[in-house]
């Protein structure tokens, strides 16, 4: 993965930590829509760690 690519992964997982709807993660990455949804499902559980310890419940 070059660097490019690495830097597009990593806006992507800071914006769907911040619950940012994958439809604006993937206008704004770059990324496809398959690549955005790959990547929110590896960060399921940090996700709903960091959701828990701001009282969220989605």
């Keep these: 993965m070059n660097n490019t690519t690495k830097a ?3 806006l992507a997982a800071r914006m ?6 994958v439809e604006e993660v993937v206008l704004m990455s770059g990324l496809s829509e398959e690549e955005v949804k ?7 559980d940090e ?9 969220i419940d989605l």
Excluded: S
């Excluded at 790959?38 to 399921?44: A, H, I, S, T, V």
């Excluded at 996700?47 to 009282?55: H, L, P, S």
């Design 16 to 21: 769907l930590k911040g619950n940012i709807p």
């Design 8 to 10: 597009k992964y990593d």
């Design 38 to 44: 790959k990547l929110q499902f590896e960060l399921r």
């Design 47 to 55: 996700i709903q760690d960091r959701n828990a310890m701001r009282g």
